[in-house]
């Protein structure tokens, strides 16, 4: 869908991010920030808001990266009846670094549904955009209840110097290494060992798969094969939380069809020092 929930998002967020720095419960603060702009950008069609939220480096999935200022420069990527609401929400411990997820729907001609994913940081103490992806699905026959984790104790916060931030980052460049040579090798069960109990899977057509066992069923009856070449890693200075994207190939079972996918995994860095997979977006990308 090249119209999606981030351009409704964008346009009153100003008063809502001010009034965001003020509370001491920042998935709470960050699922409202969320929700409510949702439900008052809704018809808005206000771009003063686009220089506070989105910086040079703001990613978008449209469904390939593009710049967020060179996306919103054409003003036919404008979008109108446009909502969502977030259902998981989850701060870095540095209070800095962020990703929430949720459903939303375009009241079109023929409705749509789907699924975003959004990764935050914080700059200058306001909330900004950092990547934003989306995918569809049929109407949801469920809704999923909304869950907010706060920073979590036991895990050793770092120091945001340049050396701690760039050998977090090797860290996760490893940590994919590692499941790349597992998928060659075993297949999408390599990711028994790389997910997270609770983690989340976004993949079109799909309402969001909830749990690892899930996951792994759905992995096991749909892929043969995947294949990943990671683009771009980043990690929360607190260094609890961290992203990766890239390009995966999936080649699916029973059936002559492989396709290229962007893919956004959220790490979380665990009490054994492990790093486990806790949510992960797939969208279709274009040639």
């Known amino acids: 869908m090249k119209k999606q929930l981030f351009i409704s998002l964008i346009f009153c967020l100003i008063g809502l991010n001010t009034f ?3 509370t001491n419960n ?6 409202n920030l969320d929700k409510e702009t949702g439900k008052m950008c809704l018809k808005s069609d206000d771009e003063s808001a686009l220089k506070d939220i989105i910086t040079d480096k703001t990613i978008l999935f449209r469904p390939n990266p593009i710049s967020a200022k060179e996306f919103f420069a054409n003003p036919s990527n404008k979008t109108k009846n446009l909502t969502w ?3 998981f929400v989850q701060v870095s411990r540095n ?13 079109e001609e023929k409705k749509k549904y789907g699924q975003y994913l959004s990764v935050w940081k914080k700059i200058k103490n306001k909330w900004t955009l950092d990547l934003d992806l989306s995918i569809d699905h049929p109407k949801p ?15 050793k916060a770092y120091l945001p110097t340049e050396s701690n931030n760039t050998k977090g980052k090797e860290i996760i460049s490893s940590t994919e290494l590692v499941l790349n040579a597992s998928l060659k090798t075993y297949g999408p069960a390599a990711f028994v060992e790389f997910l997270n109990e609770d983690s989340r899977l976004l993949f079109p057509g799909n309402e969001p798969i909830l749990k690892k066992g899930d996951i792994l069923s759905f992995n096991n009856r749909m892929i043969e094969k995947m294949t990943l070449k990671t683009s771009s890693i980043d990690r929360a200075n607190g260094g609890d939380l961290a992203y990766s994207y890239g390009i995966a190939t999936i080649d699916y079972k029973k059936m ?3 396709e290229n996918f962007y893919y956004v995994f959220i790490w979380e860095a665990q009490a054994n020092h492990r790093w486990d997979i806790i949510a992960q977006i797939f969208v279709p990308a274009e040639r």
Do not use: C, H, R
Request: net charge neutral; aromatic share 10%; hydrophobic share 40%.
């Open 95 to 107: 209070l800095d670094w962020a990703f929430t997820t949720g459903e939303f729907t375009l009241n």
């Open 85 to 87: 609401e977030p259902s």
């Open 26 to 31: 920042p998935a709470k603060l960050l699922y």
């Open 141 to 155: 026959l469920k809704k999923v209840e909304a869950k907010l984790i706060d920073p979590k104790e036991g895990i």
């Open 20 to 22: 965001a720095q003020k």
């Open 256 to 258: 002559d069809l492989k």
